[in-house]
T-cell receptor
Framework: GAGVSQSPSNKVTEKGKDVELRCDPISGHTALYWYRQSLGQGLEFLIYFQGNSAPDKSGLPSDRFSAERTGGSVSTLTIQRTQQEDSAVYLC??????????????FGAGSRLTVL | AQSVTQLGSHVSVSEGALVLLRCNYSSSVPPYLFWYVQYPNQGLQLLLKYTTGATLVKGINGFEAEFKKSETSFHLTKPSAHMSDAAEYFCAVSGADKLIFGTGTRLQVFP
């Protein structure tokens, strides 16, 4: 596609429910990233995919968080048993290269998650 | 390990005044440095990047940044602020396989 597409744009859920957030990267981009943006916290790295594998998942905050990528394209971030502290904007980005280096990340508009 | 520090979570300027947003980095290898901008309810957009070569980098919308190795800085400037520049600005340094972002600086522009 022309840009990085994320859905849903907004999600309100009750504490304890599971949520899935989807990212559709730019066609042909091999690298895909998930970040979390909370008030006053900047952008927190969650996980990086190269193709379908995740060489760096060091930023996932707990085992309630998981992500997968299929067909070298679409990625899904799943949060199980959501907690109020999971409320944030989840940003997805993609880039064409195999290593970040000078590659520019293109971001989606984000999925705003609110846990009541 | 790489990191960035953005000094000042909020900066306010008058329209037409100089914009200066500060960023200092820490890196054990020659860094690649980036500035991104986020307008309300939008994703991040690249303003400019430094990889190698010329230390003064020009970006979109009249912004520029200068890489100063001796000061480990990559401050963002614009000579004359416009109302449309009101946004949040993020400095970032490249790690091995990801970008590491600062906590952001919110720029307010007053008429």
């Amino acid at each position: 596609g022309a840009g990085v597409s994320q859905s849903p744009s907004n999600k309100v859920t009750e504490k304890g429910k599971d949520v899935e957030l989807r990212c559709d990267p730019i066609s042909g981009h091999t690298a895909l990233y998930w970040y979390r943006q909370s008030l006053g916290q900047g952008l927190e790295f969650l996980i990086y995919f190269q193709g379908n594998s995740a060489p760096d998942k060091s930023g996932l905050p707990s085992d309630r968080f998981s992500a997968e990528r299929t067909g070298g394209s679409v990625s899904t971030l799943t949060i199980q048993r959501t907690q109020q502290e999971d409320s944030a904007v989840y940003l997805c980005a993609s880039s064409p290269g195999s290593r970040t280096g000078a590659n520019v990340l293109t971001f989606g508009a984000g999925s705003r998650l609110t846990v009541l | 390990a790489q990191s960035v520090t953005q000094l000042g979570s909020h900066v306010s300027v008058s329209e037409g005044a100089l914009v200066l947003l500060r960023c200092n980095y820490s890196s054990s290898v020659p860094p690649y440095l980036f500035w991104y901008v986020q307008y309300p309810n939008q994703g991040l957009q690249l303003l400019l990047k430094y990889t190698t070569g010329a230390t003064l980098v020009k970006g979109i919308n009249g912004f520029e940044a200068e890489f100063k190795k001796s000061e480990t800085s990559f401050h963002l400037t614009k000579p004359s602020a416009h109302m449309s520049d009101a946004a949040e600005y993020f400095c970032a340094v490249s790690g091995a396989d990801k970008l590491i972002f600062g906590t952001g600086t919110r720029l307010q522009v007053f008429p």
